[in-house]
Nanobody
């Protein structure tokens, strides 16, 4: 049974930083696809970024490039989202996703992923 548990969310002022964690069980983050998504009230879930841990390949949504970084720890079987220079527009529930359904699917599209965590709330005040 695959379980993803996010943590690290909270409230921060604009310009601040947060580091989200995703603890994974039942699925190895080593040499696999992992991603972070977010969803604000009334909006569709949007891709923040993804990592293919086999080759270290990462990519990010334009809105977070240069500010957010995804990393993983194979020993802890976890992935992380380091968020810097946070803006009020980053306020959302953040979700971890695992297992890209097909390699030719768009990793930044939410329906491309098999497994999801329950989310952690990030609130950025101006």
């Amino acid at each position: 049974q695959v379980q993803l548990v996010e943590s690290g969310g909270g409230s921060v002022q604009a310009g601040g930083s947060l580091r989200l964690s995703c603890a994974v069980s039942g699925y190895s983050v080593n040499s696999n696809w992992m991603a972070w998504f977010r969803q604000a009230p009334g909006k569709e879930r949007e891709g923040v970024g993804y990592i293919y841990t086999g080759g270290g390949r990462t990519d990010y949504a334009d809105s977070v490039k240069g500010r957010f970084t995804i990393s993983r720890d194979n020993a802890k079987n976890a992935v992380y989202l380091q968020m810097n220079s946070l803006e009020p527009e980053d306020t959302a529930m953040y979700y971890c996703a695992a297992d890209l359904l097909r390699s030719d699917y768009d990793p930044l599209y939410f329906e491309s992923w098999q497994y999801w965590g329950q989310g952690t709330q990030v609130t950025v005040s101006s």
